[in-house]
């Protein structure tokens, strides 16, 4: 079943500042990276340290050829039911395995535990109010 979403006008695009400000509010984001030459997206939780994103991967148990020393994608977003708007922000960058053991590192995951940061590049956004498609039903 594939599930469409309308825009009732225009989505207004964000400045870097306003982006980073929502990345601060969400933990839970997506991330697009490719594992034995597939692209992949993944769902993750993340935390900022200044204006680099640390990824936890745990759960995925990706193959560090797929999370050290290469390009991924990574999308974070939010809608208001009530008020039928939303935001949306995506960041393209490089990944990196940290190098140092404990906390950074480790997330929580003994099977994987990977922490993986992304450098960001290219940072944007927009926010957009939804189409009632659907309402009331």
């Given at each position: 079943m594939a599930?469409?979403?309308?825009?009732?006008?225009?989505?207004?695009?964000?400045?870097?500042?306003?982006?980073?400000?929502?990345?601060?509010q969400a933990s839970v984001g997506r991330i697009a990276l490719s594992i034995k030459a597939l692209p992949t997206i993944l769902p993750v939780q993340y935390y900022l340290a200044g204006r680099t994103l640390a990824i936890c991967l745990g759960q995925h148990g990706s193959p560090k050829e797929s999370v050290d020393e290469t390009v991924v994608a990574f999308?974070?977003?939010?809608?208001?039911?009530?008020?039928?708007?939303?935001?949306?922000?995506?960041?393209?960058g490089v990944a990196h395995l940290p190098t140092t053991n404990g906390p950074s590192r480790n997330c929580g995951q003994p099977a994987a535990g990977q922490i993986v940061r992304i450098e960001p590049v290219t940072v944007a956004g927009h926010r957009f109010r939804l189409c009632p498609f659907g309402a009331g039903s």
């Open positions: 599930v469409y979403v309308f825009f009732m006008e225009r989505p207004r695009e964000l400045d870097a500042e306003e982006c980073w400000e929502l990345l601060a999308a974070a977003d939010a809608v208001d039911g009530s008020s039928q708007s939303g935001w949306t922000v995506q960041v393209q």
